[in-house]
């Protein structure tokens, strides 16, 4: 079946700019993760959505990053006004259950350079 | 707070040459321990998902194993491809700060190689 997918695939922007990633989760999963990996740099967790409840916001780095759902499916990423420090490759995972019980399943990631 | 330490970070085998690479972790209550398997270009493959010190897995040439302070991803004979990126995470039984249980700590992973 289709996995997660997530668009654009690469994405350059220049400093300052706003730029929005998008994840398309698998159907029925119930949970939605960001992850951000940095060069030489293990995952890390950015936000977490489980059906209705208020997501945890908990990883984003700074209040430059925002995050959505829709309707319980796809998700937003958006960065604003980005820096240097912000390319990376963010990754979007989701889980048929909430609360880690379930593997997460990784979508290809969007590969994001601030120039 | 919680961490993950990989080891080696790059291993070189010859084709059919078995190895085992190391995750030791500190965590404060595990609930499971996570091998990832991650190709160039791509996102994280789930591989397998180990509960209590003592569990063992197995896929194909791949073994894992846990033990209260590391785990040991074993690769038996292993094949051109294999090679990846192999990564480790833990998941706490309750988050630092009160953060959720289901936020997953990575280790920067080992680069596997297999030389035909």
């Known amino acids: 079946g289709a996995g997660v997918s997530q668009s654009p695939s690469n994405k350059v922007t220049e400093k300052g700019k706003d730029v929005e990633l998008r994840c398309d989760p698998i159907?029925?999963?119930?949970?939605l993760y960001w992850y951000r990996q940095s060069l030489g740099q293990g995952l890390e967790f950015l936000i977490y959505?489980?059906?209705?409840?208020?997501?945890?916001k908990s990883g984003l780095p700074s209040d430059r990053f925002s995050a959505e759902r829709t309707g319980g499916s796809v998700s937003t990423l958006t960065i604003q006004r980005t820096q240097q420090e912000d390319s990376a490759v963010y990754l979007c995972?989701?889980?048929?259950?909430?609360?880690?019980?379930?593997?997460?399943?990784f979508g290809n990631g969007t590969r994001l350079t601030v120039t | 707070e919680d961490q993950v330490t990989q080891s080696p970070e790059a291993l070189r085998l010859q084709e059919g040459e078995s190895s085992s690479l190391n995750c030791s972790y500190t965590v404060s209550g595990l609930r499971g321990l996570f091998w990832y398997r991650q190709d160039p270009g791509k996102g994280p493959e789930f591989l397998f998902t180990l509960y209590s010190a003592g569990e063992e897995k197995e896929k194909e040439r791949l073994k894992a194993t846990l033990t209260k302070k590391e785990s040991f991803l074993h690769i038996t004979a292993p094949k051109p491809e294999d090679s990846a990126t192999y990564l480790c995470a833990v998941q706490a039984a309750r988050g630092h700060s009160g953060a959720g249980s289901y936020q997953l700590t990575f280790g920067k992973g080992t680069k596997l190689s297999v030389i035909p």
């Open positions: 995972a989701s889980s048929l259950l909430g609360g880690g019980s379930s593997p997460l399943h």
């Open positions: 959505f489980q059906g209705n409840s208020a997501p945890d």
């Open positions: 159907s029925g999963h119930t949970a």
